[in-house]
Structure formats: structure tokens, C-alpha cells
Nanobody, 120 residues
Framework: QVQLVESGGGLVQAGGSLRLSCAAS????????MDWFRQAPGKEREFVAA????????SYADSVKGRFTISRDKAKNTVYLQMNSLKPEDTAVYYC?????????????WGQGTQVTVSS
């Protein structure tokens, strides 16, 4: 059984940085596209970033471009989200997810989420 476990969330002041990690266990996800989503209170879950299985392609939501960087370490079966210049509007629960194809809209696995709170 595959598990995705996020970590690295916390409380940070506006302008600060955090690095989230998503560790996969149960099987290798080295061929999967990995995504980060977030959900703020009272809002729908929204896409944040994605990375192709080999790291060759990435995609970002406009709201985080230039501030967030997604990366992966296939040897560690882990995906990262480096978040810089954080804003209060980045406050949300952040989730990682895995899909079999860059072109797929169906996600096979989800993590339980990690809270990020940015104070003004």
C-alpha cells in the first residue's frame, strides 16, 4: 500500500521560507508525476505545482510562480516544495499527490496534508 507523508509545514512570518517534503513509501513513484495542492479555509483545493517523473518538466500556478520551486529526489522517493517570499494568502493545508501520467487528471495517491500558516 502506498503512503504519501508530507512534512515541513509550520508557522512563518510573511517574507519567510519553508520547505515541504512528501515522502512516498510502499512502492517507488519514480515514474509518476507528482503534484502539490493546497486548500485554504473555506476555499476549494487548488493546484500549486507539478513535476514530471524525470524532473524534466515543471508547472506552477500563477500565484506561486517565481516564489515556489518543486523538485524531486528519486533515490529518496521524495518530492519537495521550496516556498520563498511567503505571503499570508499562502496559508493553507498543503497536499502532495501522485498521478501516473503528466496528461492524466486522475490522482492515484494523496497525502494527509501539512499546515502552512503565514502571519502578516
Amino acid at each position: 500500500q502506498v503512503q504519501l507523508v508530507e512534512s515541513g509545514g509550520g508557522l512563518v512570518q510573511a517574507g519567510g521560507s519553508l520547505r515541504l517534503s512528501c515522502a512516498a513509501s510502499g512502492r517507488t513513484l519514480s515514474t509518476y508525476t507528482m503534484d502539490w495542492f493546497r486548500q485554504a479555509p473555506g476555499k476549494e483545493r487548488e493546484f500549486v505545482a507539478a513535476i514530471f517523473w524525470n524532473g524534466g518538466s515543471t508547472s506552477y500556478a500563477d500565484s506561486v510562480k517565481g516564489r515556489f520551486t518543486i523538485s524531486r529526489d528519486k533515490a529518496k522517493n521524495t518530492v519537495y516544495l521550496q516556498m520563498n517570499s511567503l505571503k499570508p494568502e499562502d496559508t493553507a493545508v498543503y497536499y502532495c499527490a501522485a498521478r501516473q501520467s503528466w496528461y492524466s487528471t486522475e490522482y492515484d495517491y494523496w497525502g494527509q496534508g501539512t499546515q502552512v500558516t503565514v502571519s502578516s
